[in-house]
């Protein structure tokens, strides 16, 4: 996955919003491949494991609880220096500070509810897709 890879997650608050389709739609426009996608629910566990990282800080536990309260849809897209491109098309976490045509900007409603997550390197990009994905199904 080095360069050319990337993960998404389309997060809880979008899944209900049903906004999933237009920010697939959104993600192709931007000139990514999906390589990989599943529709699929965190379990306490996965999404302890998968937020491991910030275990010690203050909103681990809202988060995971965030994470676990409907469905997600995860992904590895692929194309040209995938993450920061990635990274640029959803925008900042604060979608009030995100730019203007940024997936944050459109589609979330707050910090913690911000539509999507990104990889934010090449090497938490392999982990991350690796956690959802076996090699076989990361065509």
Same mark, same amino acid.
């Given at each position: 996955?080095?360069? $050319?890879?990337?993960?998404?997650? +389309?997060? /809880?608050?979008?899944?209900?919003?049903? $906004?999933?389709?237009? +920010?697939?739609?959104? *993600?192709?426009?931007?000139?990514?491949? &999906?390589?990989?996608?599943? @529709?699929?629910?965190?379990? @306490?566990?996965?999404? =302890?494991?998968?937020?491991?990282?910030?275990?010690?800080?203050?909103?681990?536990?809202?988060?995971? %609880?965030?994470?676990? =309260?409907?469905? &997600?849809?995860?992904? +590895?897209? %692929?194309?040209?220096?995938?993450?920061?491109?990635?990274?640029?098309? *959803?925008?900042?976490?604060? /979608?009030?500070?995100?730019?203007?045509?940024? &997936?944050?900007?459109?589609?979330?409603?707050? &910090?913690?509810? $911000?539509?999507?997550?990104? =990889?934010?390197?090449? %090497? $938490?990009?392999? *982990?991350?897709? =690796?956690?959802?994905?076996?090699?076989?199904?990361?065509?």
């Amino acid at each position: 996955m080095s360069g $050319n890879r990337t993960f998404t997650m +389309i997060k /809880p608050d979008a899944t209900a919003a049903g $906004n999933t389709g237009k +920010i697939i739609d959104k *993600i192709i426009e931007s000139g990514f491949t &999906i390589r990989a996608m599943k @529709l699929t629910q965190l379990t @306490l566990e996965d999404a =302890s494991r998968f937020y491991e990282v910030h275990k010690e800080r203050s909103f681990y536990g809202e988060l995971v %609880e965030y994470m676990t =309260s409907g469905p &997600i849809v995860a992904a +590895i897209l %692929e194309k040209d220096n995938a993450v920061e491109s990635f990274r640029t098309l *959803i925008g900042a976490t604060d /979608p009030t500070k995100a730019d203007e045509g940024t &997936i944050r900007r459109m589609f979330a409603t707050s &910090i913690a509810a $911000n539509a999507v997550h990104g =990889s934010d390197s090449d %090497e $938490n990009a392999a *982990i991350e897709g =690796s956690f959802f994905f076996s090699k076989r199904e990361q065509v």
